[in-house]
């Protein structure tokens, strides 16, 4: 092993040593990984320049040589409305689009290990604070039914929601609007919204335009459709690093991450990393995601998620 190689595992191993996140007590009794485990699976490795396992399961991969972090994932969830891309393993497969099966402390150190920034988790007491943190390029590796290996950005496989209710304020019914039971619009009369529930057609579209010159309910008709339609994620993941409880009893520390929330869509102050944008799981400023179904492998499939730092865009 070369002496840049060696210099980045020692640092590594300081990193793992010093660094607050990686001596957090693992909540599930999984032993944290040490600088000694990273060393074991360096004299492990044949290949100097072959990524070092992080964990016993070997499914957090550190490439040095690359400045990459690599995770082996399988799918587990194509449709639905999301909080995540990825979580651990038996946590919060119903909403997130991929797990893994790793301590979270795992995938902490190797983001500090490829040279990433703790920032800071979202905070929503006294006041909102959106998380900070570094910028992250997050790339999804799997091979499709006839072999040949597929890549894409993480953003593709989100999208945002549809399956939901959309409002805007009107404040009366327009004369000659009339509303089909079982149509997907509504008018609440106590609080002088509009609703419709998913996304509008443009031959639902048209039919509504079509029965009032009003203009404004021809223009909460053309914002339901505009609003309704499906468009990929375009906001960055940021490293905001979770955070720590005290168990009093104990005195040990619970790395809050070790909960499931790994790669978050929605923000959470749990999150090892979250997009760097205000985004709810309860839909709030419109920005609650869905999975792309589209673009997402079967249920089952595995995934090599590839992180690396972000670089400056050009202007």
Not at 112 to 136: D, N, R, S
Not at 214 to 237: C, G, H, N, S, V
Request: aromatic share 8%; glycine share 4%.
């Amino acid at each position: 092993m070369n002496r840049q190689n060696v210099a980045a595992l020692t640092l590594f191993a300081f990193l793992l040593i010093c660094s607050p996140p990686l001596t957090a007590a693992d909540p599930v009794k999984e032993k944290p990984v040490t600088a000694a485990d990273s060393k074991s699976a360096e004299a492990k490795s044949k290949d100097k320049d072959s990524p070092v396992a992080l964990n016993k399961q070997k499914t957090v991969l550190l490439d040095l040589a690359n400045k990459k972090l690599l995770l082996k994932t399988h799918v587990c969830l194509q449709e639905g409305v999301l909080e995540m891309l990825l979580c651990k393993k038996q946590t919060k497969e119903h909403e997130s689009i991929l797990s893994i099966e790793s301590p979270a402390t795992a995938i902490h150190a190797g983001l500090l290990a490829i040279g990433a920034k703790v920032g800071t988790p979202v905070k929503f007491t006294p006041e909102f604070q959106p998380p900070q943190g570094q910028k992250l390029d997050i790339v999804l590796v799997w091979k499709d039914k006839d072999g040949k290996e597929q890549r894409e950005v993480a953003q593709h496989w989100v999208r945002t929601a549809t399956n939901r209710y959309f409002t805007t304020k009107l404040d009366r019914l327009p004369d000659g609007v009339t509303i089909d039971k079982k149509s997907e619009l509504r008018y609440d009369e106590k609080y002088k919204e509009l609703i419709w529930f998913g996304q509008m057609s443009k031959e639902s579209r048209d039919q509504f335009l079509a029965q009032s010159k009003d203009k404004a309910f021809q223009a909460a008709i053309k914002k339901f459709y505009d609003e309704t339609q499906p468009r990929l994620m375009k906001f960055d993941w940021i490293f905001a690093g979770s955070g720590f409880a005290l168990d009093e009893m104990t005195g040990e520390k619970y790395y809050y991450a070790e909960s499931g929330d790994l790669i978050c869509v929605a923000n959470f102050p749990t999150a090892i990393i979250d997009v760097n944008i205000v985004s709810s799981a309860s839909g709030e400023e419109n920005l609650l995601f869905e999975a792309n179904k589209e673009k997402i492998p079967p249920r089952g499939t595995p995934v090599t998620i590839e992180i690396t730092l972000a670089k400056d865009k050009k202007k």
